[in-house]
């Protein structure tokens, strides 16, 4: 393959390969890439004191080549190349600081898994940070000093409103295995088993690790999301007491009362697995409170995965927008306003 101009086609056919010759197809074509920007956008293009650096989503000519990269990270990890997959990443970030390619989620498990653990904690502790710019500068890798000291309660609870669950349990493997266990490790821990409690029940449950990524449309902090993370790095956590008290949950029927005795030990509702029922009887018996929270959810995830595939809307589908940064501004997409039937 030879045509610059069809970076897309490189991508495709690099995972037809097994995945050693799919990592060469992809490095062929980021020179190739590489070389063609520089021709179109001028040799200074990839500098730091450039004008593109730091804006490349923004400008549609780069998107190509930040898919060969975003192609690289995922046959990297595959090939447990986690090194090189973290560089790209890191370049990634540099090229692009918003993370248009949602790619800030696996740089920490990137560095937990080649050992740099002090920047794995730097760096989720910057994404973590309410009070970040709304750009962060170079995506969060200009690792510094990672901070001891413990949120304090507000800080605290907005992270739990705002924060990613992936981000929180790389920050508590870092903390810990740089300061050790105590508060600040163990608050990560805390923090992020509220903000996606399925992480950790599924790893102290000892349920196998996933085959791949979920491939699915997603709400952030669901069950997609930790899927992937477990994918990525289920194998860090112990089954301390304070980590299972937790993710240990109540039965959702509230005249019941019914506690864990071990984690994942009650079933989760098959339709949104936002509550858990110790019994069916339980279960049974709470529907007719549970049934509106459970449809309003389900049309939201359905509203989602129709507008990700293309697809028609679902006639229950809740006000929908989504956002495109295009040549320096931003495009916003009405799905289903507010004031729609």
Known sequence: MEDENNLDAFVQFAFLHHIPEGIKVLED??????TALKR?????????????VGNFYQVLTTRPYMRVLQAQVRLYFENRQYAESAKTIIEMLRLCPGDNMGQRTWLGSMLLLTNRYSDALSFCQTWLDPNRPSIVPRGGTAFKAPSSTCYDT???????????????Y???????????????ARQYLRI????????????LAKIDK???????????????????????????????????????????????GAIETKVAQFKRCAACKKVVYCSQPCQRNDWSKHKPQCQQHQEVRNTIRAVCRGRTLPDSAVPTYSAEFVDGGVLVTEHVGFDDD
């Open 29 to 34: 074509a980021e020179r190739k890439g590489r």
């Open 40 to 52: 179109r956008l001028g040799n200074d293009c990839f500098d730091d004191s450039g004008q593109y």
């Open 154 to 168: 507000e800080v605290e609870n907005q992270i739990l409103k705002l924060g990613s669950g992936a981000m929180a």
């Open 170 to 184: 790389n920050a508590a493997l870092a903390a810990f295995r740089v300061f050790g266990d105590g508060e600040l």
């Open 192 to 203: 992020a088993a509220k903000i996606n409690p399925i992480i950790l029940t599924k790893i």
């Open 210 to 256: 996933p085959k791949g990524f979920n491939m699915l449309p997603r709400t952030s902090n669901g069950p997609e999301d930790a899927q992937d993370y477990l994918f990525l790095t289920q194998d860090w956590a112990n089954a301390s007491q304070e980590a299972k008290n937790n993710v240990i949950k109540a039965c959702s029927n509230g005249a019941c």
